[in-house]
């Protein structure tokens, strides 16, 4: 097949030109990615695998153009049976986490994307989706400063704490305690919190802990696909003391495990997913013990924790109450 690259490549670039469906796109992306598979594994050297990348890449941001546009369906029930449980997507074989930063490339400028193809290949560097993803992670910072949103820290992180302010909707009066939260911070809707850039903090390989209140654990998993990380656990903070509810006495909160790229805990020692500490009288006020939890699973690596009360040894901090104190 050796012999033959060029003109499969050659073959690859006009379908590409030509393709308009996702079908089409998708499996033009697939096969270049095929050939840069053969071309790594033949011993042919960097070039060749970059131009198979190249049309990989071209084929990932017009999918992610294609994607964007795609119309989402309006609350149409899907029946329930296994016949029925597969999307349109899966049956393309192109997963959530894909079809997120495909659309991600396409978001990036024309001329963004030409300058880093072609700034690569002079630098004989390697064409790569995860290069074309913090390529993206960064104009998206960009924008947003332009724009005067709040820039995130810059850095590349291994773990990532994060205690959001989650934006509930509840004014309900007389509870000033333990009440509505837009009583004791500004709070963030979801799409707010969708657009931080978090994703342009994170390592390839890194965790994310999220805390989230049980009555909003439905709202975080957008956030954790927008900040380009996937579920994979929880813990569970037992507060002991009840708390208000609409359906029931809600005494705990959520710690929720999430990973991008490969990063199991350093440590093989499995903590018990059930803490009981009862809460402090601060209004969502975690326990320092979940902190030294995280340091005892992942000791290694630099750390941030966004959205905090204040600085800690050891950890980088961003939060409003952080930069207040400084």
Not at 34 to 50: D, S
Not at 101 to 111: D, F, H, L
Not at 138 to 161: C, H, K, N
Not at 196 to 207: E, Y
Request: proline content about 5%; overall charge negative.
């Amino acid at each position: 097949m050796s012999g033959n690259l060029p003109a499969l490549l050659d073959s690859a670039r006009r379908a590409l030109t030509e393709a308009e469906s996702l079908e089409d796109i998708k499996d033009i992306r697939d096969r270049a990615e095929v050939l840069r598979q053969y071309a790594a594994q033949a011993g042919a050297g960097l070039e060749a695998q970059n131009r198979c990348a190249e049309i990989k890449l071209r084929a990932e941001r017009k999918a992610g153009g294609v994607l964007a546009e795609t119309p989402k369906p309006a609350g149409a029930r899907t029946p329930k049976t296994e016949s029925h449980r597969a999307t349109p997507l899966a049956e393309l074989g192109i997963n959530k986490s894909q079809s997120s930063r495909w659309q991600q490339a396409a978001s990036i400028p024309e001329g963004e994307f030409e300058a880093h193809i072609a700034k690569t290949k002079e630098a004989q560097g390697e064409l790569t989706s995860a290069s074309v993803r913090r390529l993206a992670e960064r104009s998206t910072r960009d924008q947003r400063r332009e724009a005067g949103f709040p820039d995130i820290p810059e850095g590349e992180y291994r773990v990532i704490y994060a205690d959001p302010p989650w934006k509930y909707g509840d004014e309900r009066g007389g509870l000033s305690n333990w009440g509505a939260a837009e009583h004791h911070y500004p709070t963030m809707s979801i799409k707010e919190l969708c657009e931080l850039d978090v994703g342009g903090l994170a390592h390839d390989d890194a965790v994310l802990f999220l805390w989230v209140p049980s009555p909003l654990l439905q709202n975080a998993f957008p956030v954790i696909e927008a900040w380009g990380f996937s579920y994979k656990s929880s813990f569970v903070w037992d507060k002991v003391s009840h708390n208000f509810g609409n359906y029931n006495s809600v005494r705990h909160e959520f710690l929720l495990i999430c990973t991008r790229g490969s990063c199991l805990p350093d440590s093989d020692k499995l903590k018990d997913s059930v803490v009981s500490i009862e809460k402090s009288r601060k209004h969502s006020e975690k326990p320092e013990l979940f902190r030294e939890l995280i340091d005892e699973m992942y000791s290694g690596g630099p750390r941030i924790e966004l959205f905090a009360r204040t600085e800690i040894e050891g950890w980088d901090a961003w939060g409003d109450e952080v930069e207040a104190n400084v």
